[in-house]
């Protein structure tokens, strides 16, 4: 588990090339939930998600302790490899992103863009990271996992901003995708002595960590087939698994339908832009909102990177109906 001191130290990091995100309280969501709703808007960041914290705590580690790297290697659907992409061009080193065929084409552009190579390799995220590991060796490259301390140690400076911004929450919602977000979360709820549960949430199509949660172990999926591609994995990863079992109240299960609702209810409430993922946290606290009601709860908006078919597909009505 992570230091208050290890984030905040984290945090000097992120600084030098970000700014804090905001959380706001948004009324109108407040009357759709039935309670006070606190948004942590990581859509805000200069790659669009919150994964771009931990790509640049985990770069200036690299960099300090193998000042010599020849250059990384990391496997994504988008949001962790911009995050590796921005941090690697930074620091001066080469990026080589893998990411499974048919992959979100603006995070692929996007990627390409803050300087990275791309391979399209795999017919999914885990596929994907098995191509990534075999040419590590092949290319005598630095792999960087999806799930790493110098990563949690970034992402968990959101939660710091939140818990340290906002009123006392009773409960925060956290998507999973690999568990970084969620493990910062309750690393940072713990260093700071606050009672707030923190809860997972998951993919009902890509539901690995809920049912290893309800197990207390590791359980692997055959596929996870959903449009939040950021929690599309097939296995938890067993140290991220270890936290979340400790530390998380529960893990709630939203269907690409519901989320899809929530993605249509930022835009009508916030007007903020949300990829599947990023919309997921509003999923679960709308299918708990007898449970939250009156209370002041906090949801992890993860990221805005999503395709312009897919999000005006969603708006439309095409996934799920609006409740």
Known sequence: MLSLQDVESAAAVVYAAMPPTPQYAWPLLARRTGCEVWVKHENHTPTGAFKVRGGLVYMDRLKSNHPGVAGVISATRGNHGQSIALAAARAGIAATIVVPQGNSVEKNAAMRAFGAELIEAGHDFDAAREV????????????????????????????????????????????????????????????????????????????????????????????????????????????????????????????????????????????????????????????????????????????????????????????????
């Open 132 to 323: 990534a590991m075999r040419l590590a060796g092949e290319r005598g490259l630095s792999m960087i996992p999806s799930f790493h301390r110098d990563l949690v140690r970034g992402v968990a400076t959101y939660a710091l901003e939140l818990f340290r911004a906002a009123p006392l929450l009773d409960t925060v919602y956290v998507p999973i995708g690999l568990g970084s977000g969620i493990c910062g979360t309750i690393a940072v709820r713990d260093a700071l002595g606050l009672s707030t549960n923190v809860v997972g949430v998951v993919s009902t199509e890509a539901p690995a960590y809920a049912l290893s949660f309800a197990a207390g172990k590791v359980v692997q999926t055959n596929s996870a087939d959903t449009m939040a591609d950021g929690m599309a994995v097939r296995g938890p990863d067993p140290e991220a698994l270890r936290v979340i079992v400790k530390g998380a109240d529960r893990i709630v299960k939203v269907s690409d339908a519901e989320i899809a609702t929530a993605m249509r209810a930022y835009y009508e409430d916030t007007h903020q832009l949300t990829e599947g993922a990023g919309a997921a946290s509003l999923a679960a606290l709308t299918q708990e909102g007898e449970r939250m009601a009156g209370k002041r709860v906090g949801v992890v908006l993860s990221g805005g990177n999503i395709d312009r078919p897919l999000y005006l597909r969603t708006l439309a009505g095409d996934f799920g109906a609006d409740g």
